[in-house]
């Protein structure tokens, strides 16, 4: 299922205004869904997941997918940024598991994101801060990895209603096994 890669661009007002939703993080295993939906759509075989404390502390997903050009990774964090569709008739045949383009800056507003990732193509692989903007030459096969750290950091009242660490971790594994169940094309661990 591998299609040929998109740019990741902002998205016009007028097709904004027929598909925001407003993209709420309810809890890790809401991360954790965008997040494999997002390698999915990159036409990722392998996935990868870590968390820590039930996904509060850590949560890393790691794909072997197309990745994200060094000049993208920035525009990937803002809100209404996508590669999955650029026009209203794109939106009447979507065919990835996102496209909205709202999760990943819903992620960083409420969490510390750093996106690591290699386009297939590119001599090497980049790593951006998240909060700073800062970005880095650093070592990665093609693929992305994308870590969130400390969720709802930024909004303790959010954290608050959190369950135990093993009521989390068993909503995140419950995400990670109906997307295995889904596509058992692809390797997850």
């Known amino acids: 299922m591998t299609a040929s890669r998109r740019p990741i661009l902002e998205l016009p007002d007028e097709l904004i205004s027929q598909i925001a939703a407003g993209e709420v993080v309810e809890r890790p295993a809401s991360v954790v869904r965008e997040l494999l939906d997002n390698a999915l759509d990159a036409g990722a075989t392998q996935i990868t997941l870590r968390l820590l404390a039930g996904g509060v502390r850590l949560i890393s997903v790691e794909d072997d997918g197309a990745g994200i050009p060094a000049d993208e990774m920035a525009t ?40 690591l990732s290699r386009a297939g193509g590119q001599s090497s692989a980049h790593l951006l801060d998240g909060r700073t903007g800062e970005m880095k030459p650093v070592a990665r096969a093609q693929g992305t990895t994308v870590e ?34 889904a596509r058992p094309d692809v390797g997850f661990a």
């Open 76 to 115: 990937a964090l803002r809100r209404h940024a996508t590669s999955k569709i650029a026009s209203l008739a794109e939106l009447e045949a979507v065919g990835t598991m996102g496209f909205r383009g709202e999760a990943l800056a819903a992620i960083n507003s409420i969490a510390e994101v750093s996106l």
């Open 148 to 181: 969130v750290k400390e969720l709802f950091f930024s909004v303790p009242a959010r954290r608050k209603f959190l369950k135990t660490d093993a009521t989390e971790l068993a909503h995140c594994i419950e995400a990670v096994r109906r997307h295995a169940l």
